[in-house]
């Protein structure tokens, strides 16, 4: 299993455009509907890969517990489907439907938003403030398969807490580890 590392980009970095197809609901969906009112997070996924896999559930709890709070949540596959038929867009709806997803499952067909957020990785999480810069990038939590931690999501719920409570996030953050994205030819 491939470990590749986030790209660690520049905090204040303000948050990429974009409309893409959400699987879930065959609608396009932008950034701006997608932005919540205290933060927004960004999470680069897919359905196959194993780091994944061991952090789908933990996701999901979070994206319940602070959607509520007034984060907006998506999900972003960009991998290429031609490669890796597993996460083609309809398979992407399954996938969605079997975890209960309750966030947008976007589908980055041509590959042009994972490279505009220098995504490198699955899961790769990205938080932005109310004004869609960046605040926290990097890793859910220690866990990973296999290191007997289980995932709990502690370095993005600390990041998502300190706003809720308006602390500066820290800026020590830890790049997050997974698959490779599958990039096109």
């Known amino acids: 299993m491939a470990r590749t590392a986030s790209n660690m980009i520049e905090l204040g970095t303000k948050a990429p455009d974009f409309k893409l197809m959400d699987t879930?609901?065959?609608?396009?969906?932008?950034?701006?509907?997608?932005?919540?009112?205290?933060?927004?997070?960004?999470?680069?996924?897919?359905?196959?890969?194993?780091?994944?896999?061991?952090?789908?559930?933990?996701?999901?709890?979070?994206?319940?517990?602070y959607r509520q709070l007034g984060f907006g949540f998506a999900g972003i596959m960009s991998n290429d489907v031609k490669q890796y038929p597993e996460d083609h867009p309809d398979k992407m709806k399954e996938h969605a439907a079997k975890h209960q997803y309750s966030f947008p499952y976007l589908y980055d067909g041509t590959q042009e938003i994972a490279k505009a957020y220098d995504a490198a990785c699955t899961p790769d999480f990205y938080l932005f403030d109310d004004e869609l810069k960046l605040i926290y990038r990097g890793q859910?939590?220690?866990s990973r398969?296999?290191?007997?931690?289980?995932?709990?999501?502690?370095?993005?719920?600390?990041?998502?807490?300190a706003v809720l409570n308006n602390r500066k996030v820290s800026e020590d953050q830890k790049p997050s580890i997974g698959c490779n994205i599958k990039w096109k030819g």
């Open 140 to 142: 859910l939590d220690n």
């Open 24 to 65: 879930i609901t065959d609608h396009l969906i932008s950034l701006d509907e997608i932005k919540g009112e205290r933060g927004t997070v960004i999470m680069f996924l897919c359905n196959h890969c194993p780091f994944v896999k061991h952090v789908n559930e933990e996701i999901v709890h979070i994206a319940n517990e």
């Open 145 to 161: 398969p296999g290191n007997g931690i289980h995932p709990n999501g502690r370095d993005l719920r600390e990041a998502m807490d």
